[in-house]
Structure formats: structure tokens, C-alpha cells
């Protein structure tokens, strides 16, 4: 028979421990919500300039007007954004987020042959920010006005055809050799060191065609240097409506563009997670950040978490197969 006295004294004792715990809630509740105490720190696996940085300094300047804390950008380039990936998987402030690009989440876990970070198991994706349409493009000399016309004559002469790019597993080589697997062509490949030089040589005909971000080649199309046959995007570009899309010209479900995402450490918390997500998505979805983007050809898109996690996996399933047939290597391997 249980005691009396033991069931009064376990009753207060259970009445009390309540009680305390639900006048502790606001306190706990309250505490939570100081997050973030300080800045974030957003980093980028890039050197300063190009589709990385206006991507990262519109979404981390309008998340700095509404998230409590200011967002300030942090570029560490380096081993094909490996670097970043691993210092930011093995911090523990939460604090640092970083930039996750089509190159360190859908790539690069398909050409090294160990990475110090785990693309899925790592990172908790926060929003897809932003998508950049890749160009295909042809020096104007060539005697092609459309990716049909393209096609036909680089199957004419099977291997006589140049393409050029920033470098081995580049998201200019990547797009490039997924439209000659849609294709089935054969051109070939001129790796570069960096985008530059080799627009140097597509402009002066040492190369006949390549495929790179909008911003660096809308210049080139509107003064008769280069010739778009083709955009990467799933819907024409207001930029540019008569250039039709790969898939229009006869590839349904081709889509080539370079993607960037807000990536934060999976050890977060969770509450620090869904607020993370609630203000970057606002941010990525802000008028503010939608036309910085326009300026420069980007699409701001501003998934959710659940979204932008699927997303990721689709292109990863999208990029292995192109990566293994054309055996791209990361450069010195």
C-alpha cells in the first residue's frame, strides 16, 4: 500500500517543479530570442568580385536591417571552396554561415577523392538565395545562329570544335560538357586559369564557343562580339527574349545555371536555425535584393530550408553522371 504522506509530498513536490519550470519559460523563451548576440559572419569560398560577392552583399546588408545584428561578408577562396566548407562545419559560435555554391555542395563531392566536409550531413541548407543563368556563346566567325545549327556542325567535324573555360571543374566546363551529354557532341575542352583569359581568347577566335554567367557576357552579346545560341534557364531571359533556351531547342528538362545558398552548421540549434531561415528568406525575397540581382542578371529566388535541401539533391543527381563521363578532375590531380 503506498503511503499517504508520500503521495501529499510527491504531489507538492511535482506542483512545485511545474510551477517553477513555467516561470522560468518566458526567461528561457526570452533568452532564445537575444539571438544573434553579435554579428554574423558570412563567409564566401570565393575571391572578392564577380556572381558570389553581389549575391552574398545584397542578402547579408538587407538581413542586417531586420535580424538584430549586423551581417557582414567574409571571402576565403581556396581549394575549390573546400577551406571555407571545413571552417565553417567545424565552427561552433553560431555565429558563421556560409555561401554554398553549385561547385561545393553538387560538385566537388563527385571529383575529390576525400573532402574534409560532408556536403549533406554537415550544413543545414537555410534558402536558396539566388540563381545565375549560364550563356552558351560562339565567337560571331563561326557560321551558327543557333544551338541547332551548333549541333549540326559539331557533329559535321567531331572533335574540331574548341570550347574554353575557367578551369577543370568550373561551372563553365560543367555546363558545357552537360550540353554536349544532352547533345551528343564532342568538342573540345581548353581549361583556363580564370575567366578572363579565356573570354581573351574567345574574342579573338582562338576559341569557337563556352558557356559562362550572364554578368560577364551581356557586354560582349549587345555589341556584336559574341553570339548567344543559347540560354541555361528554364524560361527565356528579359534580357535577352529572343534567345530561346536549350530546352526549347529541342533538350526538355535541361537547366544549366549557377546557384548560391545561405548553409549554416548542423549542430545549430534549431530555434537559431528557423529564425535564420524566417529572415533570410524575407531578405531573398525583398524587392530590394530582387532588383540589386536584376542589375546583373541574377534571379532572386528565396526558398525554404525543406526547398532548397531538395534542390540541392536534385542537382547533385543532375551532376554526378556528367562528372563521371567526362571525367573531370579538381586542377593538379
Known sequence: MKDPRFEFTRRQWLATSTGAALSLSPWLVRADSNWPSKPLRLVVPFAPGGSSEIVARSVAAEMSKTIGQSVFVDNKPG???????????????????????????????????????????DFVPITLVSKVPS???????????????????????????????????????????????????????????????????????????????????LQFIKAGKLRCIATGTSTRLPQMPDVPTVAEQGYKGFEMTQWYGLMAPSKWQKAHIDKLEAEAIKAARSKVVSDKLSQDTALAVGSTGKEFEAFIRQEQARWKPVIVRAQIKPEGA
Do not use: C, W
Not at 92 to 101: A, F, K, N, V, Y
Not at 111 to 119: C, G, N, R, T, W
Open 79 to 121: 581549394a575549390a571552396g573546400n577551406i571555407a566548407m571545413q571552417e565553417v562545419a567545424n565552427s561552433s559560435d553560431e555565429h558563421t554561415l556560409i555561401l554554398g555554391h553549385i561547385g561545393t555542395l553538387a560538385v566537388n563531392p563527385y571529383i575529390f577523392a576525400k573532402l574534409p566536409y560532408d556536403a549533406n550531413k
Open 135 to 217: 550563356l552558351y556563346v560562339v565567337n560571331p566567325e563561326l557560321p551558327v545562329k543557333n544551338l541547332k545549327e551548333f549541333v549540326a556542325y559539331a557533329k559535321a567535324q567531331p572533335g574540331r570544335l574548341n570550347y574554353g573555360s575557367a578551369g577543370n571543374g568550373s561551372a563553365g566546363h560543367l555546363a558545357f560538357e552537360y550540353l554536349k551529354m544532352a547533345t551528343d557532341t564532342f568538342v573540345v575542352h581548353v581549361p583556363y586559369r580564370g575567366t578572363g583569359p579565356m573570354l581573351t581568347d574567345l574574342l579573338a577566335g582562338r576559341l569557337q564557343a563556352a558557356s559562362v554567367g550572364a554578368p560577364a557576357l
